[in-house]
C-alpha cells in the first residue's frame, strides 16, 4: 500500500474540494469514492501487482484515482497522453504493456488486454515485482530523435510527498506522463491542496481558470509563458489570485522573465529544474528576476563536471528499457545539461546535444535567442544549428514576426544587421527563416529544427 498515506489524509478531509474538472467541483470524498470503486472493479479484473498497465489519460478525477489504485497493488505504470499519439504503438512495445487503460474526455474508461506475443521480463521490473513495489516508466520527449524510456521505483519518487508543505490550489499545466505533471499532482494531494485540471492549455484557458478559481500555483514552461505575451491574453483576465508561478523544463529568457516581473510585481517566479530520470528537485531562485538557481533538497546531491550538471540521489530512475546506462561507475546520473556556477547557485546554458559548434566557437541557443527576442519586430524564435561543410556548422534561426512585412529580404537584413551590433559574428545566424506558427512542442517546449 505505497499510496496510503495519501488515502488516509483523503479520508480526514472528505469534504475538502480536491478537483476541478470541466467547470464541476470534486471533493476528497468523491475521490475516495472514485477509489474504492476502482480498487474493487480491478481486484475483478487480470491486473495486479507487477502488471505493465499503460493509461492513456489526461488529469480527471478517474484518471487520478485509477493511478492511485494501481500504485496501492504495485503496478508498473505506463502512463501517456495525446501528446504522443503518432508514438503509442512503439511505447506500448517498448514498455511490454499488458494492460491499456483508455479514459476519454468524458470521463470513460476503457480497459483492454494487449495482444502480442509474451515479452522476456527485463531486469528493471524484476527488481520491482522481486520488491512487490509499484513502478512508473516515463518517456522523454525525444527531442533529439528517439524517446528514452526510464523506469522508476514508485515507493522512492512518491516518499517526499510525506512531508507536509504548503496547501495550494494549482493547474495541473504540465502533462499527465510528465515527470513535471506528476510532481504537480501528489504535491497537491499530499497537502490537501485544488487541483484545476485544463483540457485545452491555450494562454486565453489558463489564464480564464486562474481567473475563475483563484489559482495560486501555475506550475510551466517558458516558452508558454512567452505565448502569454504574445497574445496579451493577460488583459484579459484577473491574475491576482497568483503566488507563485514555477518554470522549467527547458532555458528561461531573460526578456520573457523580467517582462513577466514586471507584469506581476507580486508574484513570486521559481525556476524548478527536474527530468524524467531523476524527479523533481527543490529549487532555490535567487531573485523572481534571476536566472540563477539552487538546486538539490532532501535526497539529492548535485556535481558540476566539465561545465555540466550530475545528479545523485535514491529516487533516481532504475535505468533506460532501451538505452545504455547514464549513470556514472560511482552512481551519478549525467544530466546533458550544461551550467555556470557562481557560488552556491548554477544558471542552466542548455543541452550539451545543442551546443552549436560553428568553427570550434560554442554557441548556445538560448543565448542568441534572448537577442532575438529583445528585438521588438520578433514575437517568438527558435535558434538551432545546420551542418556545413568549411564551419562544421551554422546558426539558424526560425523568427515569428509581430506583423507581415512585404519585403521579406529587407526584414532579413534588418534583423542581421541587429545581430552584428549586438553580438559576436559567429553567433549570428547566416540562415533566417520567416514562419507565422509556434515555435513550440505539445509539451510546450521550443522545436530547434
Avoid at 480526514?12 to 475521490?31: C, F, G, P, Q
Avoid at 519518487?157 to 499527465?176: E, N
Wanted: a positive charge; proline letters at 3%.
Amino acid at each position: 500500500m505505497h499510496a496510503s498515506f495519501f488515502i488516509d489524509s483523503f479520508k480526514k478531509n472528505l469534504e475538502k474540494d480536491a478537483i476541478v474538472w470541466r467547470n464541476s467541483t470534486y471533493s476528497y470524498s468523491n475521490l475516495l469514492e472514485k477509489y474504492f470503486y476502482w480498487e474493487k472493479k480491478l481486484s475483478q479484473s487480470s491486473i495486479s501487482s507487477g502488471t505493465v498497465v499503460v493509461i492513456e489519460a489526461d488529469f480527471s478525477p478517474n484518471a487520478i484515482s485509477l493511478l492511485l489504485v494501481l500504485i496501492n497493488i504495485n503496478s508498473i505504470i505506463v502512463p501517456i497522453t495525446d501528446s504522443v499519439k503518432s508514438k503509442k504503438d512503439e511505447f506500448i512495445e517498448i514498455s511490454q504493456g499488458e494492460i491499456i487503460i483508455e479514459i476519454d474526455n468524458k470521463d470513460n474508461v476503457e480497459i483492454k488486454k494487449i495482444e502480442g506475443k509474451p515479452n522476456s521480463i527485463n531486469k528493471y521490473y524484476k527488481i520491482l515485482k522481486g520488491k512487490k513495489h509499484p513502478g512508473l516508466v516515463l518517456f522523454s520527449s525525444g527531442s533529439t530523435g528517439k524517446s528514452k524510456a526510464s523506469v522508476h521505483d514508485l515507493t522512492y519518487l512518491l516518499s517526499k510527498f510525506k512531508v507536509k508543505r504548503h496547501r495550494f490550489v494549482a493547474i495541473t499545466f504540465l502533462l499527465y506522463d510528465h515527470i513535471g505533471g506528476f510532481n504537480t499532482l501528489f504535491y497537491i494531494l499530499s497537502n490537501l491542496g485544488m487541483i484545476v485540471t485544463a483540457q485545452d492549455r491555450s494562454p486565453s484557458e489558463v489564464l480564464r481558470l486562474i481567473d475563475k478559481y483563484n489559482v495560486e500555483l501555475l506550475p510551466t514552461s517558458p516558452t508558454f509563458l512567452n505565448l502569454v505575451l504574445i497574445s496579451e491574453e493577460f488583459k484579459n483576465y484577473d491574475l491576482s489570485s497568483l503566488k507563485i508561478i514555477t518554470y522549467g523544463t527547458e532555458p528561461m529568457p531573460k526578456t520573457t522573465l523580467l517582462r513577466f516581473n514586471q507584469l506581476l510585481p507580486k508574484v513570486k517566479f521559481t525556476q524548478t529544474y527536474g527530468l524524467s530520470e531523476v524527479g523533481i528537485l527543490r529549487s532555490k531562485s535567487k531573485s523572481s528576476d534571476s536566472l540563477w538557481v539552487k538546486v538539490g533538497g532532501e535526497d539529492y546531491k548535485t556535481r558540476v563536471v566539465n561545465g555540466m550538471l550530475e545528479i545523485k540521489s535514491k529516487s533516481s530512475m532504475l535505468g533506460y528499457l532501451n538505452a545504455i546506462s547514464p549513470f556514472t561507475n560511482d552512481g551519478w546520473f549525467k544530466t546533458g545539461d550544461l551550467v555556470e556556477i557562481k557560488n552556491d547557485y548554477i544558471k542552466i546554458l542548455g543541452r550539451k546535444s545543442e551546443i552549436i559548434n560553428v568553427g570550434g566557437e560554442k554557441v548556445y541557443p538560448q543565448e542568441v535567442e534572448n537577442i532575438l527576442l529583445s528585438n521588438p519586430k520578433i514575437k517568438d524564435a527558435t535558434v538551432f544549428g545546420e551542418k556545413n561543410p568549411i564551419l562544421g556548422n551554422i546558426v539558424c534561426a526560425n523568427i515569428w514576426l509581430n506583423e507581415e512585412y512585404d519585403k521579406k529580404n529587407k526584414i532579413k537584413i534588418d534583423i542581421r544587421q541587429f545581430c552584428n551590433q549586438n553580438m559576436e559574428r559567429y553567433k549570428v545566424p547566416v540562415k533566417i527563416f520567416l514562419i507565422n506558427e509556434n515555435l513550440h512542442n505539445a509539451r510546450f517546449k521550443k522545436k530547434r529544427s
